[in-house]
DNA sequence: TAAATGTGTGTGTGCGGGCACATAAATATT
DNA sequence: AATATTTATGTGCCCGCACACACACATTTA
């Protein structure tokens, strides 16, 4: 058992060169005889060379700039997370030549994405990290980054189009399907299920709608429908007495109201709401790890929320730049971050001790 | 905003003295005045310095001998995860120096892991990597760990006593608190909820015991008791007939049973006695994502699956050790990992790829 | 035919940290 | 005061890789 460590100086021994053509050979620079090159090349197979990533790394003692172009977190606390996430990811891999430059923009305001996103292409950063909630003004930017050669990962939200180095986020449509499940699960008798989109405006968020297609399926596919009535409504809290006219009118018309599937971040409304009016046997299930909803959730208000680990997304769209730009790695195309169930019981597994660490087998 | 990257040497030169000197004071090397120690250690603080660990492993070439005492995933499949989680991080950690003996015993012999760990601390390895299922074997070879210096970390199995470098695993009563409550959110009705301990000796494994309380506690402390009756049965399979006489015995004799909570990997058999019978409506709670669990799960034979991320358990245990070998890092002395609730609807994000990573902010 | 260009190969240096060794300064011993 | 010993500090090299540079030899061009 030799687990010898093959270096380049190893194969350059073995094929009586030195070490520089074998570097030449590696990285195809050419300058190599077709003949030293071939001996070379099937030495490196042989031995089954693999490069010091560390040595490479610290050699070239580039410092990577790149760009996170993300909402502000002040308009809708749900970027809170990310924006952690980034940061941490900044701080553990500073040492490999990272530096992360933020262009924080309000995700209720296109021109301020637009703003950002220009000054972030004049800046010309070695990689981007973004969350493309505009899908139609991110486009053109997608396309200059393709032609400047910048490789960008998107995260929460996924645009298929102008193929991004990477993308990491959640599957929406199997998290409704999920959720239907979990519905399901907890309700035996016969009910009315209510999908309830908060504050987005549906037309441009396609993920709410993947999201609801994702919750029908669940009752389709499991031949439920004459079981469970499934109904759906749009609030938004700009006009907060028309959100608690709109909400009040679907409860008390629907009397046999079992559950309520909010697809956006803000289910601690809907839980509030319910508290106020006493309401205790409508059992509701969400999204994300937010101060609110969890509050809601260590009361029983909410049975179940769906992590989206967002503080995940932001640590990992750095990690694989990272691993892109430092270590030359293959990065995948996609990467799903579990869809994770969270109850009062394990939440404090999810909720994060600032030095929990992502770890990724 | 000067992001400068801190060395050494630029810690000498504000000090005005040698690289050598700052080194010293880094490593406590001593031969430095108090004065200049100070000094140095001011700038130090000020500049906020941070080692290069790349350049730090690099340097130093070691090669580090990690020993893994672990079972044999022929007697119980249970194992193999751990195993794929080593070997997984021995591939990702090689470059850093890091090389993992196995040493596997028959975890039904307790003769094998005393002669594998014997064996194990003669040939002195940097640093051990053990799940201690054997509590009173495994005593007085951490005293002996202990005095030659040789860091341990224990996964899966805790053990308080001589405490280790690090602990991973889960925690065995609040997953046992948390198949209560999914039973409860899944049981509206009053019904008999019924424990069963299958193939582990229970004076012996303080872990299933753990899982019990938790899960009864779950029931008393809701104030649940005199909705749910909690039964409890020991079954071995090593004895097929008995196993099924007395599964059959206390099925027949609780005809309001809701739910079976299988506190061990064995939920599959539960799942085929079932539905060899042709009982449907009993939910079956369980442990880890084995192949044939999953089956079940995908059946929709079993509700959901405790994941106890055994692959992720090895992976960290070796993580661990090499940050603290090679990186001198400080590491968490106990790492929970988090009480993944599995369905049918997610369990793909969690059976993996081969190529997950394991990420940890 | 000399000079310019091209090709194939070897050598040297630096990245940041760690450590062995060399050397200088201070103190102790005779 | 001369020598020995301890203490404090500086220097140089290695780790593996990347890349600039040097150089020898072959081929083309003026």
């Known amino acids: 058992m030799k687990n010898k460590i093959v270096r380049i100086k190893d194969i350059a021994e073995k094929a009586k060169v030195s070490t520089g053509t074998v570097d030449r050979v590696l990285h195809k620079r050419g300058r190599v005889s077709k003949k030293v090159e071939e001996k070379i090349l099937k030495i490196i197979e042989e031995m089954d060379y693999e490069p010091n990533l560390m040595a490479r790394a610290l050699g070239s003692n580039k410092v990577y700039q790149i760009a996170a172009l993300i909402p502000d977190h002040k308009s809708d606390s749900y970027w809170y997370a990310p924006k952690a ?17 933020q262009y924080v923009f309000d ?28 899908y139609r003004e991110t486009l053109p930017f997608f396309e200059k980054w393709k032609t400047a050669g910048i490789p960008f990962v998107l995260f929460n939200t996924q645009i298929t189009e102008y193929e991004p180095l990477s993308y990491i986020g959640q599957d929406s449509y ?9 519905i399901h699960y907890g309700q035996s008798e016969p009910c009315s299920v209510l999908i309830a989109h908060i504050d987005e405006e549906i037309s441009n968020a396609a993920h709410l709608l993947k999201k609801e297609h994702g919750f029908r399926n669940y009752f389709s596919q499991n031949s439920l429908e004459h079981q469970y009535k499934i ?29 309520i599937f909010v697809t956006t971040s803000k289910a601690h409304e809907i839980a509030r709401h319910l508290e106020q009016r006493h309401i205790k046997h409508i059992k509701i299930i969400g999204y994300d790890l937010l101060p ?3 509050h809601f959730l260590n009361k029983g208000a909410i049975s179940f929320l769906i992590n989206q680990n967002p503080k995940g ?5 750095i990690y694989q730049l990272t691993d892109h730009l430092v270590f030359k790695k293959e990065v995948p195309i996609i990467k799903y971050l579990p869809l994770d169930i969270v109850t009062k019981e394990n939440v404090n597994y999810y909720t994060d001790d600032e030095d929990t660490v992502y770890l990724d087998i």
Chains 1, 2 share one sequence.
Request: hydrophobic share 40%; glycine share 8%; no cysteine.
């Open 292 to 294: 609110p909803n969890l």
């Open 313 to 317: 997304q932001g640590y990992w769209g």
């Open 85 to 101: 996430g980034i940061e941490k990811a900044e701080k553990d891999l500073k040492q490999y030549g990272i530096s992360v430059q």
């Open 231 to 259: 109904l759906r409504i749009e609030l938004n809290r700009s006009n907060a007495a028309l959100f608690i006219t709109q909400l009040d009118a679907i409860i008390d018309s629907t009397p046999d109201m079992g559950s």
């Open 174 to 182: 199997q998290s409704g399907f999920l959720a239907g499940k979990l």
């Open 107 to 134: 995700p209720y305001d296109v021109a301020s994405f637009i703003k950002n996103a220009n000054q972030l292409t004049k800046d010309k950063p070695d990689g981007i990290i973004l969350s493309p909630i505009f």
